[in-house]
Nanobody, 126 residues
């Protein structure tokens, strides 16, 4: 049984940083594409970043480019999302997701992913 567990969320001031972690069991990230999504109250879930299992390409939403970095450990057990220069509009519940294959043109579509974590809250506020 696949389980993804996110951690590292919290309350941070604008301009601050957080690193989210996603620990997998029953699945190895070295053979799966990793996605990070977020959902703010009253809004649809949106794709934040993806690390492709096909060629290691990294994709980012325009709103986070240059501020967020997706990565994983070499063993493929844990994925990360480093978030710098955080803004109030980054507030939301952040989810990690995994899929054996994600088409590069559709990486930000939740339907592409087979497995999901339960989410971790990130609040950016002064």
């Amino acid at each position: 049984q696949v389980q993804l567990v996110e951690s590292g969320g919290g309350l941070v001031q604008p301009g601050g940083s957080l690193r989210l972690s996603c620990t997998a069991s029953g699945l190895n990230f070295n053979g799966n594409s990793i996605g990070w999504f977020r959902q703010a109250p009253g809004k649809d879930r949106e794709g934040v970043s993806c690390l492709s299992s096909y060629d290691g390409s990294r994709f980012y939403a325009d709103s986070v480019k240059g501020r967020f970095t997706i990565s994983k450990d070499t063993a493929g057990n844990t994925a990360y999302l480093q978030m710098n220069s955080l803004k109030p509009e980054d507030t939301g519940v952040y989810y990690c997701a995994a899929a054996q294959y994600v088409h590069s043109g559709s990486w930000s579509r939740p339907i592409q992913y087979e497995h999901w974590g339960q989410g971790t809250q990130v609040t950016v506020s002064s």
